[in-house]
C-alpha cells in the first residue's frame, strides 16, 4: 500500500554526532533577557522623552549596562524618541514598562542573574507607582 522510505531522513544526522543544540540553555536565557531589557529600555527612553525625569535617566543608563553586558560588550541600539502625546501615552506607557520589567524579572529568576532581577523589580515598582492613577484620600466621618 505505501512505498518504502529509499532515501535516509534529513533529519537523522549524518555524522558521528550530533550539533544540536546550537546554543545552551544560559545562553538562550541572555538572548531573552537581553531582549526583554532592551524593549524595557526602548519603552524607558519614550518615556524619558515625554516626562523628563532623572530616575528615568539613571534607569536608562542601567538597562544599558544590563543589556551591554548580556550581549557581550555590544551596547543596544538607542533612537531618541519625539515627545508628542499626553497624559494617556505617559500611562499606557508606564503600564508596558511595568509589563516588559516582569517578564524580564521571570527569565532573570530563571537564569539567577540577581543583578538583572534586581533591577527589573525595582523598574515594576517604579512603574507601577507611576501608572497608578491618583486617588483621593478617603475622609473619615
Known amino acids: 500500500m505505501y512505498e518504502p522510505i529509499r532515501t535516509?531522513?534529513?533529519?537523522?544526522?549524518?555524522?558521528?554526532?550530533?550539533?544540536?543544540?546550537?546554543?545552551?540553555?544560559?545562553?538562550?536565557l541572555d538572548i531573552q533577557l537581553a531582549g526583554h531589557l532592551a524593549a524595557l529600555l526602548a519603552v524607558t527612553d519614550e518615556l524619558r522623552a515625554l516626562a523628563p525625569s532623572g530616575e528615568?535617566?539613571?534607569?536608562?543608563?542601567?538597562?544599558?549596562?544590563?543589556?551591554?553586558?548580556?550581549?557581550?560588550?555590544?551596547?543596544?541600539?538607542?533612537?531618541?524618541?519625539?515627545?508628542h502625546g499626553g497624559a494617556p501615552q505617559v500611562a499606557a506607557l508606564h503600564r508596558r514598562a511595568h509589563a516588559l520589567a516582569g517578564r524580564a524579572l521571570v527569565v532573570s529568576a530563571s537564569r539567577a542573574d540577581t543583578a538583572a532581577a534586581i533591577l527589573s523589580a525595582?523598574?515594576?515598582d517604579a512603574h507601577a507607582a507611576s501608572s497608578a492613577e491618583p486617588r483621593e484620600p478617603i475622609a473619615a466621618g
Open 56 to 83: 528615568l535617566d539613571t534607569a536608562a543608563e542601567r538597562l544599558a549596562e544590563q543589556v551591554t553586558r548580556l550581549r557581550g560588550g555590544v551596547p543596544p541600539a538607542r533612537a531618541a524618541a519625539a515627545a
Open 122 to 124: 525595582e523598574r515594576m
Open 8 to 28: 535516509k531522513s534529513v533529519h537523522t544526522p549524518a555524522g558521528p554526532a550530533p550539533d544540536f543544540p546550537h546554543r545552551s540553555r544560559e545562553e538562550e
